[in-house]
């Protein structure tokens, strides 16, 4: 099993969620992030100030997918979040030796 972490730009998570829908996940999970990569930071203006956000919005989508469909899925990411700008995110692929569900109900 592999978990995948997708570190993207928020404007394309409802894109890279559409396009995720049809492949084959054992879960997945949404966060709001912030961060910075080699773009350091960004200007912003609050009234007549500009000021420097040290950091970026971005969203993390963290979802485990079987070996087999790993390289699918990643390629399906790669494909839907790639704009050629800098700033586009990173996207991290763990071995996950094990993976156990809550069982529901208690004993």
Same mark, same amino acid.
């Given at each position: *099993?592999?978990?995948?972490?997708?570190?993207? /730009?928020?404007?394309?998570?409802?894109?890279?969620?559409?396009?995720? /829908?049809?492949?084959?996940?054992?879960?997945? %999970?949404?966060?709001?992030?912030?961060?910075? !990569? /080699?773009?350091? %930071?960004?200007? #912003?203006?609050?009234?007549?100030?500009?000021?420097?956000?040290?950091? $970026?919005?971005?969203?993390?989508?963290?979802?485990?997918?079987? #070996?087999? +469909?790993?390289?699918?899925?990643? /390629?399906?990411?790669? #494909?839907?979040?790639?704009?050629? +700008? *800098? !700033?586009?995110?990173?996207? $991290?692929?763990?071995?996950?030796?094990? *993976?156990? %569900?809550?069982?529901?109900? +208690? #004993?």
């Amino acid at each position: *099993m592999k978990q995948i972490i997708a570190v993207v /730009r928020p404007y394309l998570v409802e894109e890279l969620l559409q396009a995720l /829908r049809l492949s084959p996940l054992e879960a997945l %999970s949404v966060t709001e992030v912030k961060g910075f !990569g /080699r773009q350091k %930071s960004y200007l #912003d203006s609050y009234g007549a100030t500009e000021f420097s956000q040290a950091f $970026l919005p971005k969203i993390e989508v963290s979802l485990f997918v079987d #070996d087999l +469909r790993a390289e699918e899925v990643l /390629r399906t990411i790669l #494909d839907t979040c790639r704009t050629g +700008r *800098m !700033g586009d995110g990173k996207v $991290l692929v763990l071995d996950v030796p094990e *993976m156990i %569900s809550i069982p529901e109900g +208690r #004993d």
